[in-house]
């Protein structure tokens, strides 16, 4: 066997072992996102409110759990869920979920930690407000491909359908901000059709990405295999 052919053998094999060794490394990302009162709102229309560098300290925190007469969340989401419903509520009292602003905003901000050796992302949240609402992930509006206030439509069950948004793509390293306009009615023209609600159930984690190390992998196993068969002759 020749030098040069050892030297390219522990050479893949020190590169995926570097490989294994940062990704190992890199901190993983596990991070849930429900609606809950850790999100901030408002019913006085605000100014740039989708942008991650808005100050939100002056907003309430949003009232949850607002009831909303039989629906649960468990309801919404299909099976147990963290998430509660939430909604703005600038009175004193406790709400009956039928006399809370027509219009509400609210917003949630977070921090992410990607570093150039983490593993690859993925951001998925179920989302849905009674009876219309718009979604923004660091100042861009999410497209669901379907009108969000035919969203409302209810199950065979009464409960709302919530929709499926995938905002990976939109995730940044460091400060990121969700931010939701609902409106009671429509956003176009809201007014009272009873109750209101927002609900949001989001994850964001790191996902296993092992391709292209195992690739590399089986490149030094199958040259390791053949340096064998060289020394056995």
């Not at 052919?5 to 020190?14: G, I, S, T, Y």
């Amino acid at each position: 066997m020749s030098k040069r052919f050892r030297n390219c053998v522990q050479q893949l094999a020190a590169t995926a072992a570097f490989l294994c060794v940062t990704h190992a490394q890199a901190a993983p990302i596990n991070l849930s996102i429900v609606s809950d009162s850790s999100w901030r709102s408002t019913s006085v229309t605000p100014g740039d409110w989708t942008s991650v560098n808005f100050d939100d300290s002056g907003w309430d925190h949003a009232y949850a759990p607002y009831p909303n007469g039989g629906t649960t969340p468990a309801d919404i989401a299909g099976g147990p869920t963290a998430a509660k419903l939430m909604w703005d509520w600038p009175n004193s009292g406790v709400p009956d979920g039928t006399s809370g602003p027509n219009e509400a905003w609210f917003r949630y901000t977070f921090n992410l930690a990607i570093t150039p050796d983490a593993l690859p992302l993925l951001g998925q949240a179920l989302v849905i407000a009674d009876d219309d609402f718009e979604f923004f992930v660091n100042g861009i509006k999410y497209n669901f491909g379907r009108s969000t206030l035919l969203a409302d439509n209810r199950r065979s069950n009464g409960h709302p359908m919530p929709l499926l948004a995938d905002f990976t793509s939109l995730l940044r390293n460091g400060d990121n901000v969700f931010a939701i306009h609902a409106a009671d009615g429509s956003l176009i023209a809201p007014y009272d059709r009873g109750y209101e609600f927002v609900f949001f159930d989001g994850r964001i984690a790191t996902v296993p990405e092992p391709g292209s190390v195992l690739l590399l992998l089986s490149g030094v196993v199958l040259m390791t295999g053949m340096l064998g068969q060289r020394r056995g002759r």
